[in-house]
């Protein structure tokens, strides 16, 4: 399974994308987390789409191995995050995408050129980790059937 986390500038993907891991692994998942550091530190110097595309194929292996592929990497463009998608539904790979708004409006859409999910899976709009990684959480354990 991918859990693909998305937001805004600002909106904390990274910090939750850890504190999911974290929670999954308190709960005998076994999980990674992937995010533009680990990309940055031998896969990928791209930016932009080739690092969106590499994460997509990072989570897909780790998924496809059993460990849960935590992803928290900028993927602004919908179109992107659909390419994502649709190689994990032909791989079998269940995909979770994690839409996080960001209530503080840190960046705006029409300032930063982010497009937001249409029909993301989970929506969370607060701003207290925790409380956000347990709704992820949740969701995560009923598809894995725990």
């Avoid at 850890?18 to 987390?33: C, H, I, N, S, T």
């Avoid at 930016?47 to 990072?58: I, N, Q, S």
């Amino acid at each position: 399974m991918t859990i693909w986390i998305t937001g805004r500038g600002g909106a904390g993907t990274v910090e939750l994308a850890r504190e999911v891991r974290r929670q999954l692994f308190d709960a005998g998942v076994m999980a990674a987390v992937v995010d533009r550091d680990v990309l940055r530190c031998g896969l990928s110097a791209d930016p932009d789409t080739e690092d969106v595309r590499r994460a997509g194929e990072v989570a897909c292996l780790f998924a496809g191995a059993g460990v849960v592929a935590v992803v928290a990497v900028g993927s602004p463009r919908r179109a992107e995050r659909e390419v994502v998608r649709v190689r994990h539904q032909a791989a079998g790979v269940p995909f979770v995408e994690v839409f996080v708004d960001n209530a503080k409006g840190l960046q705006r859409e029409a300032e930063d050129g982010y497009e937001p999910p249409v029909q993301a899976d989970v929506v969370i709009t607060s701003g207290e980790v925790g409380v956000a990684a347990g709704v992820v959480l949740a969701r995560v354990l009923a598809d894995l059937g725990r």
